[in-house]
């Protein structure tokens, strides 16, 4: 058997370099994508630490978030699209209104 | 070595060589087409974690519905290439904060997490998609139809952002 | 989750069905709005039958708290707080009341709310939610939530579909109500951490209140009530929040929401606070006396019609509160009937009101005049509606104020004739009032109005409208015992509480 | 005085239906009326109804009257359904059948099916004279209504159940009386008949305020509002407290004061005249003013406990005898006189009643039921033919506008001479007038001279007063008779007067039948005194009076002296027009008051209406308006409030509190200002902080 900190160690990994995705790329949908890379690895290491405890509610809980992902990227990429059509950009550094 | 342990390090390669791939390419059809690589090898680690039901999920919600969108929406914007983007001089601080992120989350999983393995003796039993079913619609029958309600707000929110605005309305 | 599906849940938040319903619906599509609003409705009251008469859940027989939904809601720092439903012979014609005046009201709005139909129509169904529960509520905290959760939508309703005065109303109608509520918390909140449990019939059971501080519990409890009710002399909001109000939101006001103040000494005030309730019935007394008197002569000198039946409302309380605290078995179930009778016939006047007012644009009596020629259907169902007003033997208003008056006869608690006989004044008053206002507007030469109104006589759809409350004002009016055997064991029971 | 429990006879089943059947009649008419008015035949099809209706519940009275003879007298009841049943309280529907019910239903019904056919044809011609065709239908709903009513009234088998009827004869007195609510008697746009009918409505809850106190105390002295079951506790309550009895039978004398138009309420029933003749006659004369009368006597047992009660009743019946009759003497209007007259008679009746001699009160209220019904549809005729004859002089003047001089039909100085033009009528007024005069041998002679009797025998004052009364009443009839029938037209209306159809003078003839026959139903001889055995089923055995020559020699002659000076004033020299009224003169300001009514309306609006509207316009305006929603709530708690908000944010919150804040709030945004900076509006640098963060807190927990 897999010792479960390998996993731990993978998803950490990937969510990092979710993280960097999302930092460093400015076309919004990477961004996007990243951040769902990242809601993986998150999931990655409930469902290790389910098989580790034997418990069932660390897959519910996956399955809620992937559900709640959905949700999220039909809003968020409803959104890409409208600001695109307004502003003919998905750079998400020409979205900065909120400049204090 | 066991077989298990060589499939997962190929795996675990796979993974992290897609999601760096995802991150850097320049076109973001690639980006997708890489990040559902990596979905599915995520997958793959959830039927080694004894989890077919989730596994399944991942490759159908992730893999399948949600890369489809993305697709769709990168093709229906034409928006393959955004260039010049990437420059080292601003990945500089990010990759050290992100490199300082992962030894920090390794560092914390390895000591805080490595007990001996414990798994159940009933091993895939916890898990299959039978209980799993009987669980989420018994115990967790309002978080259910939240959920269902969830997804329905979203998809009335996202027809109605993404509706030809109207003229003379904001 | 299983206390969404108690009888009594489903029919307090079913409304909240049409809301969600409503939320989809463009706000242009008016018809769509109005349709859905109407069906949500009419589904709520046939639910209410279906859970009081056809479950067989419900027995009329029995006068304990029926339909009972229990579960423990908040239970911090030693409060023990429940979500806890229940309906008996006190409520449950109120519960009907309710349920059967919403949709009236709704369809009374169909042509006379052009404007943020459905803004209008969510606070509609969102406060009878709100009236469902404090009806139901058994518990004091969730029935003070459901307390002031009337006011909101209420608020809003007034504030903006009401007339050219409306904020003034609105606001004083919130803040009025507001202050009296204050005490009443206070009140609760002493009764629920000393008893130990919010529940009212376990502090019924438990009865253990001393008789000093009775009083002033019940003082803070009356303060909010006789806000409500509104009893003299607080009733400085009524005629503004009336006026003010568009017809269905007048209409529930005082079908509904007044009944909210007698329900609550009904339900509080006498089981919790017996001894209390017993020395403070001759002030009550005097005070619903004075009340129906003053009511009565001030409605006679009104100029403007809804406010003359505003004022009316002031004295048929009046009646309430007098039955109510003769604290005898006639006095308790007239009470509770005339509760009922005066959201019947004080509904039908201010929908009646609100038909004519629709075509005119004024509500001053004396523009009118002649009416019952040009529009005999409006002018013969007004002559039903303000005979049931006065109280006319035959109609609900007389069963009611008839039993009100024998109990207050023969009270022990009054312990004096006099409370009922300045009171039977109040009978031939009302026949001033009312026949001034029908005989100014419907009787007599073709008024002013007629010259530039080509006046229509009502059409089908008012016609629907009120046909409902006509009926039950004969039904109540010549056959009252079913409504008096469904309340009687209850009563019994109330009295037994205070002996 | 017994009640079978269980009913005898079938028949007595039938006894809901005298209700029932005006009930069907005025449903039909509202529901196929409409549709019926649409035909040429309309009119007759909504009369039939209604008529047919009315008089169904004769036949099913009648039923009810032979079956009861057929078990002698013995009370039967007929309970339908549970009415209010709290606690101890249990009020029925319930039909009482006995001789005193019966024998109101029948007068009732009686009466009121004659009038009903009368009305079809008096209506087909008021409709057309007031432009208002639509109204005839209404009309009968309307009168089916009052008869249901009545008839709840006298069955009903509590003192609740007849508090309904009570109460639903009022009503029907209201919408009658306001049947022309947008006209006064002449016809002209006013508020006239309106104002009439609110005052009857109004005048009569006081009297019903009175009646539902008794009950209540009824109820909780007796235990109960059932007539048997009242009866059956009342000697017992008397024993203890006498008092109770008291208050009971003065509380039902200000209802029965209400009701029958007696001294002090007496105020509304002349200006019930403004309804028309048909609801004059049956409402206002036969039979809804003498329920009063009905109510005093079927409350026998009570009365007859407390002689105060008797004393006070007999005395405030005999001074209203009186007290209207002089009225009616000083009055010009066809009508008004009548319904002065009729008031006068009410007097009779209830200080007959309250003398005890229930049997000469029921007597005559039967008696006059039938003649003053009779007076009153001839007088409806006279006012009629009276327009017939405006029309057809207008027609004949057609041009010179005088159609539209105001005209009134029932001012007897416009009349004159219509014996001639109106002989039919004539006949039966002068049958009428005889009966209410008290001349042997037709009906009012029979009556009165019982009352008279019982009061010359047990209170001699009643009978002093009586007595003048009865002197008055001839007198003012033949004074009417006089001016309306002899001499010469004072008015072209009169000369040109024409006689009424035969749907109009036929039930008039069978009413004229009735007044002259109506006395031999109680014939105070040996062996006779039909109705009075009849009625002693219900009200217990009464001690009957021997016949007395005296008194009925000395009434008799009193009346012919009258109805001779009458004619010495009116019928020797005829009223010309113009001329005023030859009492004037010799009377004074005694005429003076009594052609004004004795300002009695005028004081009871300065007295009591004046008095309320002010009292109730001081408290609307000034107490509840002014004060305290203006002065205190606007004034005193709102501008109090603003003016508390004020102090606190002037001084205290500007000059203390403020300076500190502004300091704080200097303080805040030079360091906003610096933040500020921070703010790139770039969600990458935001992201970047996110990530900075979890990148601390996750060392912070690996080194701790």
Redesign the interface.
Known sequence: ??????????S????????????????A??????I??ML?AA??TM??????????SG??F???V??????????G??????I??SRQT????D?????? | MTF??VL?FIL?AI??AT??G??LSKN?VY??LY?VT??IS?AI??L????P??SL??VT??AG??MV??LF??M??G?EK?AP??NWR??AI??V???A??VE??LL??QR??Q?????ADGAA??DPM??SV??FVD?LL?IQV?GV??L???V???V??KP?KKGQA | MNFLFEPLSLVTFFPLLGVLALLFLNSEAKPAIRWTALVSSLLTFALSLWVFFFSGQYNPASGELQLVAKYDWIQVAGWNIRYYLAADGLSILLILLTTFLTPISILSTWTAVQERVKDFMLFFLLLEVGMLGVFVAQDLFLFYIFWEFTLVPMYFLIGIWGGPNRLYAAVKFFLYTMAGSILMLLAILWIGINGGTFSVPELIAQGNIPADIQMWLFVAFTAAFAIKVPMWPLHSWLPDAHVEAPTAGSVILAGVLLKMGTYGFLRFNLPLFPQAALQAAPVIGWLAVIGILYGAAVSYSQKDVKKLVAYSSVSHLGFVMLGMFAMNEQGITGAILQMVNHGLSTGALFLLIGMIYEQTHTREIKVYGGLWKITPVFGSLMLIASLSSMGLPGLNGFVGEFTILLGAFGSAAYGSYWFAILSAIGVILAAIYILYMFQKMFLGPAGEITHHHELKDLNWREIVTLLPLLVLMFWIGLFPQPFFDLMAPAVQNLLTVLK | MFLSETVLNPIFSLAPWIVYFPVIGLLLNIIFGGWFMKHTWGETAVGAVASLASFSAFVVAALLAVALNGQHGEAALATVAPWIHIGTLHLDWAFRVDSLSTTMMLVVSGVGTLIHIYAIGYMHEDVRFKHDIARYRRFFVFLNLFIAAMMILVSGNSYMMLFVGWEGVGLASFLLIGFWYDMDTLGRPSWANSNAAKKAFITNRVGDFGFLLAAMMMFWKFGSTDFDLVFAKVAEVSHHEPWVILWITIFLLVGVAGKSAQIPLYIWLPDAMAGPTPVSALIHAATMVTAGVYLVTRSAPIYMLSHDAQYIVATVGAVTGLFAATIAVGQYDLKKVLAYSTISQLGFMVAAVGMGAFVAGMFHLMTHAFFKALLFLSAGSVILGMERGHHHAAHHHGGHGDHHEVFDPGDMRNMGGLRKTMPVTFWLYIIGTLALAGIPPFAGFWSKDEILLDASLHFPHVYWILTAAAFLTAFYMGRQIWMVFFGAPRHEAAAHAQESPLIITLPLMALAALSVVGGFFNIPAEGFHQLGHWLMHTIGEMEIPPFSLTVAGVSTALALVAIFFSWLLYGRTPLKTGQPDPLKKPLGLLFVGMENKWFIDEAYKFAFIDRYYDLADFLAQKVDWDFWHEWFHNSVIAKGFVGLARFLADPIDLGLIDRVSHLLSDLVSASAGGL?????????SY??SV?LGVVAILGYLLLK
Request: charged share 10%.
């Open positions: 058997m897999i010792p479960t900190h390998f996993y731990l160690a993978l950490a990994i990937l969510f990092s370099i979710g993280a960097l995705g999302v930092l460093v790329r400015r076309n949908l990477v961004v996007f994508m990243s769902e890379l993986n999931n990655l469902v290790a630490f389910a098989r580790q405890y034997g418990l069932q897959q519910i996956v399955f809620f992937m559900a709640v992902a959905a949700a999220e990227v039909a809003v990429l409803a959104l890409i699209v409208t695109y059509r998905i750079d998400i550094d979205m900065n209104r909120l400049k204090g | 298990e342990l997962f675990a993974a992290v999601a760096v995802m991150v973001s980006a997708a990040l990596n979905f995520v680690f959830y080694l974690l004894d989890a039901f989730i999920a991942q919600v992730y519905a949600i969108l993305f929406v990168i229906l914007l928006a955004i983007e990437l601003d990945m990010p990759l904060l992100a490199a992120l992962m989350a390794g999983f390895v997490f490595s001996p393995f414990t798994a159940s916890f898990a209980s799993m669980t989420l967790y978080p959920t969830l997804l707000v979203a998809m929110g996202a027809i952002l993404s605005e | 500020r900076k921070l703010q790139t509006g770039f969600v990458r992201a970047l990530l």
